[in-house]
């Protein structure tokens, strides 16, 4: 175990910004998503656990703050300075000797922009400068704070496309604050729900989808017409444009499948989908719990 959150509170004012009131463990090697909507209390998890804000509760670790690496969402370096004195500067040291470094300027392809100057980057090439010196600490844990914000669908894929290179096969924990559910699904294996502040729920991924969604889900446009044709089926909650058929099993995702080819009906399958996952989790508990969040 690397983390363990306990009864945590933080309060910024008389505002309750968090509130987790189970315990959260944070261990070696784990991808973990960290979701919800703005105001969710994701970045002030985050913060917290690094020590940047006060808490009630208690937060156990074996860490020293050097162990724990942070890329945060907005970074402010000096615009007009070419960025390779900007990479040196801060790390202390001198790229043509640091083969660590060199090895991330080339795993990012990042050789041409060491000659430019910070202000003249595109927003991808400043992510990946950020990127680089978060990953030169290669600390036990690292957290992104919503690392491809800003960026067009095109700069995401590559940016996470190059993060799950780097990572695969090795024991650094990430935590991963995200609001694209596409690279949640890429890049994490566990999930942290958060909604005003509270555990919406904290689990492996596959785990929660099941337990909120079934063995699979069939997605289909939200018109007339299919919303006659699965009638008699159970719907899940989802976006307005969609509807969500769960199936149980492998008999009953056929039966529903077949079906829906037999008239013609476009649809996608899924057993991993975030978004409606997080929809129906967010549902479940505040039927449980009413809108104030407690029993």
Known sequence: MLVAVKNLQVYYGKHLALDIDREIRINEGERIGIIGSNGAGKSTFVKTILGL?????????????????VHMQFNNYVSTMPVRYILEAILNTDIKENKKLRELIDFFEFEPCLRKRYKNLSGGQKQRLTIIMVMMQDAPLTFF??????????????????LCGWYQGRENTLCIVSHYYEELELLTDKLLMLDNGKVIDFGVKEELFRKYC?????ILDAVEQNRRLVEGC???????????????????EKRVSSFLIENDVNFKRSNNDIEIMSINAKETYYQRHGKGGKV
């Open 53 to 69: 804000t006060d808490y009630k509760g208690q937060i156990i670790t074996d860490l020293k703050p050097e162990e724990m690496a």
């Open 145 to 162: 704070d919503e690392v491809t914000s800003g960026l067009d669908f095109e700069t995401r894929q590559k940016l996470m496309e190059k």
């Open 234 to 252: 159970r719907k899940l909650c989802a976006p307005e444009h969609l509807i969500a058929v769960s199936c149980g099993d492998e008999q009953e």
């Open 214 to 218: 079934g063995n699979s889900i069939i």
